[in-house]
């Protein structure tokens, strides 16, 4: 049975409720079991024992939530070293001011959690621009919640942004279900779908 | 029966030579049938009937060559505006100088060809570290071959990436395996494998 | 005296009035002269005669125009081979439909521009929040101009746009104003302002 | 007196020895001020207080490590939501493993901390190519160490980064010497540069 986890960090509430979204997009997703945690609660047996990750971060300055970071450098690092996700599924979700109408730094943002996941060896899946919403909350990399108005006071999580974050956690779901029934959990599995000899070096 | 297309531009033969390397490494996997292609022969129907897409580029002042862009910008950016690609699967490969010992640049290169594939909704497909020959001449992005000595003098492909070249064709294949036999060829299909309801907006 | 030349490409108009705009803003800090070129037109003298450059373009599939690209392979990267441009300055814009809300790809095409800056050795200028007009039409790596409805129906520039356009223009005159009265036109004039003396390898 | 502030995170002492280094060679630039900082140690008030930020980071899975993102939203978001940093200097270094030799990652981590600068309205100053070890040693966007053999046993900064380091040091003081002498501290100068005027909204 594939399972997704969502890992969220939040600073006021905003990644949170986006990580819940995200995570009934999965939930619906027939056969797939999710869990959705705040990063701090994570353990690298948690991750490991998932098919898919979703991870979800306010944008700070262009870039993730510190926490987010450690949670990288501390728990996903030794995933890394083991080579341990090689050919799982991920994807990648965000909420900001968006300052300026372009996103406020949320495309390099976003890219440095899918530079993690490229790392691990993850198979990375983005938003596609017919997912509903997409016109109004959406990048291409991932969902992208706008939580504030053009003057910068916080908002809510729009409406129109919920339709988005459910299709791409269930995007995500999708692609890992594809591959999960595998016994080695990789979308790679080099044992039983090719016949490559190497004949070189 | 999975298509896979290989298509790439070259200035001195080496990134045709490491295109014909991927396409071998893709028709490794069983059952995958593959083509390589030079840029300017790629017509939009012949990206239409593959389900995966892999890009190589030689690295030209940190980004792609413009022949690369040509092609995106006049034959993938039809395929984007009808959505016609989403859920399919791409990866990258690059060729270039790497002066430095840093790589040249060709990561953020690397990455403005993926970002193409996911604004077309493509699943991607990185490199894991634990190929064979990552530690000398890999990107977690997708494969990079130097083909230049520390003074810039032109060499061939060294010997070294070749299985790093062909286990990059052979897992993007591998991929657009698992989900080639749906009638949408998307590893999102959204009509087989949920239940998904939209309660808002 | 300063010279700034304004560099673009433009598909129905908005990037070339984007462009007169910027150097409009150039123009008005004193001493200071401005050139604005379609690309197709600049040489390498035009470059090579200007103490910054500042570059523009649409953003197509979350990157920069062909033509843009080509400019760069054709006629920056001898610049580039001859360390011609060291320590002059640079600056970027865009316009574009901006689909999602969150910039369309805009942060990554501008990135690919100032990247080319970058191997250049050019000094680069970002664009301040404390911009008039930032909230509404800003990212921090340049103005970007969204010339679209949430609907995509094209609209001109709107006007709130102008300032940061001017703006931005002002900004990469002034760091060019700054070190333009060298005689090696570089910001980092290593004959008259330091002592530094190597002392390994 | 123009004022360099050198902020760096260390796990094994290699960044901390780097950033010894680039300090060294800012010190080198006539009339210039220098202190090099762990990042845990640097306040607001230290940033403030200086012309030229240089920021250097080891590289863990392609970004950042988590010390230099929290410094980045415990420290410079302040000064950034106060626009106090407009107009002042910045450069960024890295050192690393540099798995495949292809940099590893150090583009986006490099691109992480330049894009905090660039929300902070800095003058962003990178790395010409000829600068003296560049072709062993260096990437576009700042200096970069590799600190391992390609079998990724650690090993000391090499000497032939030396010169490199001290060069991006100076540089950026360099750069920092040509505004410091402003009562605003900014290249961007409003008060004296032009004879700007706001037309229109």
Redesign the interface.
Known sequence: MPQVIVVYESNYGHTERAAAVVAE?AE???GVSVRCRAVGQVTKDDVLDSNALLLGTPV???????GI??F???V??GL?SQ?LM??RVGGVFATGG???????????AM??ML????????????????S??????????GA?V?CAT???AQTDIP??C??LL?EHG??V???A???ASRPTRS????TT??????R??
Chains 1, 2, 3, 4 share one sequence.
Request: charged share 20%.
């Open positions: 997009g619906q997703v027939s700070h300055m262009g870039s993730v939530h510190w970071k450690r990288i450098d501390e996903l690092s890394w080579d090689v050919g968006g300052l300026g109408g372009a996103g406020g730094g949320c495309e390099l890219l440095s530079s993690v996941m490229a790392e691990l060896g993850m198979v990375l899946v983005p938003l596609p621009k017919n509903e919403g997409f016109a109004r909350g959406g990048l291409h990399w992208y706008r053009s003057a910068q409406d129109h919920l339709p459910r269930a995007n779901a999708r692609v279900a594809l591959s979308a790679f599995d080099r779908t090719h016949t490559f000899t190497r070189s070096t």
